[in-house]
């Protein structure tokens, strides 16, 4: 089973800062998926196939990496952006998730 | 309009048995593999089954396998999972998901069912 290190666990961004999130693998991945979930909702994939923004998302948000190292990352944090944020791969089953990194507004 | 809509969750006894259900529209079913993922209170996702498209091929990670089935009705464009021998942590908010084509995302979920496994 391949498992996925999210980092931080939590943080707290100001308006306008640069955030990035990462996600290590413990074996080599393809890809890595990203979802966003705001408290109370269904997840929402956010950022697939590493790099490619989902219908909707906002192009401050960007994703890259490769093997085991895999990285979402904001330009300019917004209001909107605080929520957790969930890593996935499915290079090999059984597919996991990260444990998550909470946004949060500073 | 893509809609996933779960159903079926509830209070259960462990060891007892439940079936959940997901009710697709908005997109022809039967073109993409679907999948189980769940969420236990204020913990993490985790993915719980895929099945393919025609429902030959299925697959489980082995916390569930053995225990649960996923199944699919391409007619009712419906989606189900028979959960068995439930546990204590079984309990966690299941949400339907569509996986499109080849790929390993999960592209849409549903806004989640809760089962809650306790005497």
């Known amino acids: 089973e391949i498992v996925l290190t999210q980092s931080p666990t939590t943080m707290a961004a100001s308006p306008g800062e640069k955030v990035t999130l990462t996600c290590r693998a413990s074996s080599s991945v393809s890809y890595m998926h990203w979802y966003q979930q705001r408290s109370g909702t269904s997840p929402k994939l956010w950022i697939y196939?590493?790099?490619k923004l989902a219908s909707g998302v906002p192009n401050r948000f960007s994703g890259s990496g490769s093997g085991t190292s895999y990285s979402l990352t904001i330009n300019s944090m917004e209001t909107e952006d605080a929520a957790t944020y969930y890593c996935q791969q499915g290079s090999s089953y059984p597919y996991t998730f990260g444990a998550g990194t909470k946004l949060e507004l500073k | 309009e893509v809609q996933l809509v779960e159903s079926g969750g509830g209070l259960v006894q462990p060891g007892r048995s439940l079936k959940l259900s997901c009710a697709a529209s908005g997109f022809t079913f039967s073109n993409y593999y679907m999948a189980w993922v769940r969420q236990a209170p204020k913990k993490g996702l985790e993915w719980v089954a895929t099945i393919s498209t025609s429902g030959s091929r299925t697959y489980y990670p082995d916390s569930v396998k053995g225990r649960f089935t996923i199944s699919r009705d391409n007619a009712k464009s419906s989606l189900y999972l028979q959960m068995n021998s439930l546990k204590s942590e079984d309990t966690a908010t299941y949400y339907c998901a569509r996986r499109p084509g080849i790929t390993s995302y999960f592209d849409y979920w549903g806004q989640g069912v809760m089962v809650t496994v306790s005497s």
């Open positions: 196939e590493t790099s």
